[in-house]
């Protein structure tokens, strides 16, 4: 079994900074990407940001110059500090590990709980 546990979200106002985590833990081989996605009430879940093992970062352009994803491969944990909040960032944030949990596996989804983040004006 896998799991993504994540924490760090929160009420926060407007201008404010908040940190989310993300740690995998059971049977993991490797990982090659971990992920930042949203979700606001009533729309589809977007990409926020992610990062591959080679440290290649990619960011949605509304968070550019605002968050900052950042991992540790070897500890199999994901971060994202997310400064300049503003109300449009109001959603729930979810991780995700493409894991592979054998060196004979193939890689597959996997996906945190997710944690709510509510920016206020």
């Known amino acids: 079994q896998v799991q993504l546990v994540e924490s760090g979200g929160g009420l926060v106002q407007a201008g404010g900074s908040l940190r989310l985590s993300c740690a995998a833990s059971g049977s993991v081989s490797s990982i090659n990407t971990m992920a930042w996605y949203r979700q606001a009430p009533g729309k589809q879940r977007d990409l926020v940001a992610q990062?591959?093992?080679?440290?290649?970062?990619n960011y949605a352009d509304s968070v550019k110059g605002r968050f900052t994803i950042s991992s540790d491969f070897a500890k199999n944990t994901l971060y994202m500090q997310m400064n300049s909040l503003t109300p449009e960032d109001t959603a729930v944030y979810y991780c995700?590990?493409?894991?592979?949990?054998?060196?004979?596996?193939?890689?597959?989804?996997?996906w945190g709980q997710g944690t709510q983040v509510t920016v206020s004006s």
């Open positions: 990062i591959s093992s080679r440290g290649i970062t």
């Open positions: 995700y590990f493409h894991i592979r949990r054998s060196m004979a596996g193939v890689y597959r989804d996997y």
